[in-house]
């Protein structure tokens, strides 16, 4: 049973071919219906022997059961018989629903002997369903055919519709609390003396992206730190970390990882400066306040794959640089003149900001500033490397190098020793905290 279902499936595929040369062939006279069927499946196994692969299993259809139950005299093969029905369709599964009702009229015509029973005697058993009316045509489609609903829910409650926009702001910091001990015998060949430095460090951002054009970083860097001190008779602790610098970078993209950018630097100190066993003030808050801005070219930085070195570079041809003394009696030491509190001048500015993970534990971050009028030059050059113990414990080393020859009484004094190159290093272990 099995391999004439297989046989019928590849038969339904070209038995309107077959059907058309079985009408022009007629069988012989003394051949008997059974002959003539076996003739035919015959054929149909030889073309299935001629293809290239046959289906294990035939896919089931509804269409063919006509065919495959008892024979049964059925009233579409009499109506397809004896009306114009157009057999010229395209469609292949009408060729072959209109071969197998082909096929069940010449049963009827040659062998009525094996019909044994109608369609009325199957509706009567209530083997098929007549509650399908509907004649469904290739051109239906399965929309047309389904009832129309609503698909708006209904709610009890008012809906309340909230929109929400997205949050470019990004706001990050870190701070430490780091702590160092030095301590030199009384005999050491190069002098010196025992002291303890701590620091504090707090940095904090909100940066605004719009991740198409406009950037816009804030900064904000505070750094204080003491040192004891035995040569001082007047104070235990001098300041040794001593800043406290605003950043404001804005940008507006040119192209790819270009931005035409405004930098504004506003840099001044938190405590004041004394000069050594006394009570003259050198320095303290606003004085000095140096304050750059610079309308420049920005480009990002962001190389490795997991972007491990990112930074941003500044380049101004011309940016303006203001030098302001707060305190009157403070001016002089500064080179300026007396009866003025500020200095202006201008030239090329160059910054570079950048923060290389060079592995989990470890982070190196670095600031290079250069500014010049091109009659004195200040270059500095931050360096700090954070190495990662726990969580909270880190270790930090600070290496600052700067170069400044713009004070014109430093230059016209014996205090640079004939070079204007200045460096502070520092290597100390706290905590550390990140948010």
């Known amino acids: 049973m099995k391999r004439l279902t297989i046989l019928f499936c590849i038969c339904m595929m070209t038995l309107g071919a077959n059907c058309a040369v079985t009408n022009e062939t007629t069988a012989p006279a003394d051949s008997s219906l059974l002959n003539g069927y076996l003739q035919i499946l015959n054929a149909m196994a030889k073309q299935r022997d001629s293809l290239n692969s046959v289906a294990t299993t035939p896919v089931p259809n509804a269409y063919y059961y006509q065919v495959l139950s008892q024979p049964t005299l059925f009233n579409s093969p009499l109506h397809q018989m004896m009306s114009e029905t157009d ?3 395209t469609d292949p599964q009408l ?3 209109y071969a197998s009702r082909k096929m069940l009229s010449m049963l009827y015509a040659r062998a009525p002997q094996l019909v044994t029973q109608t369609e009325s005697d199957i509706m009567a058993q209530t083997a098929i369903r007549s509650d399908v009316n509907d004649i469904v045509k290739t051109s239906d489609k399965l929309a047309d055919k389904v009832a129309t609903v609503t698909l708006t829910p209904t ?7 909230i ?3 997205p949050n470019f702001w990004k706001f990050t910091g870190n701070s430490s609390l780091q702590f160092a001990q030095t301590y030199i015998s009384d005999n050491w060949y190069k002098g010196g003396e025992t002291n303890w430095t701590g620091n504090f460090d707090l940095t904090l951002r909100a940066n605004y992206n719009d991740q198409r054009k406009i950037t816009w970083e804030n900064t904000l860097d505070a750094q204080l730190g003491f040192q004891t001190t035995g040569t001082d008779e007047k104070r235990t602790f001098r300041p040794s970390h001593n800043l406290l610098r605003y950043t404001f970078n804005g940008g507006y993209k ?3 990882n270009w931005y035409y950018s405004l930098l504004i630097i506003l840099q001044t100190q938190i405590a004041p400066n004394y000069q050594r066993n006394t009570d003259n003030v050198t320095s303290k808050i606003l ?4 304050v750059t801005v610079a309308p420049s070219m920005k480009w990002e930085i962001a190389w490795g794959k997991k972007k491990q ?4 570079l500044n380049v101004a041809p011309l940016a303006m640089k203001v030098l302001y003394v707060h305190d009157d009696d403070l001016v002089k030491n500064f080179g300026l003149p007396e009866g003025k509190n500020q200095k202006t001048t201008f030239g090329p500015n160059i910054t570079l900001n950048t ?8 982070t190196w971050t670095n600031r290079m500033y250069w500014f010049s009028n091109f009659d004195y030059h200040i270059w500095e050059w931050e360096n700090n490397i954070n190495l990662s113990v726990t969580k909270l414990i880190s270790a930090n080393l600070h290496l600052y190098p700067r170069f400044d020859n713009s004070n014109a009484n430093y230059r016209s004094g014996e205090a640079h020793d004939g070079t204007y190159l200045m460096f502070k290093e520092l290597l100390s272990l706290g905590l550390t905290y990140s948010f």
């Open 87 to 89: 057999l010229t369709s």
């Open 95 to 97: 060729q072959r629903i």
């Open 155 to 161: 709610m009890d409650e008012p809906v309340e519709v």
């Open 163 to 165: 929109t929400r926009r």
């Open 254 to 256: 040119a192209w790819k």
């Open 287 to 290: 004085s000095p306040l140096e």
């Open 309 to 312: 070195f990112t930074g941003q």
């Open 355 to 362: 923060t290389w993970k060079i592995c989990k534990q470890i």
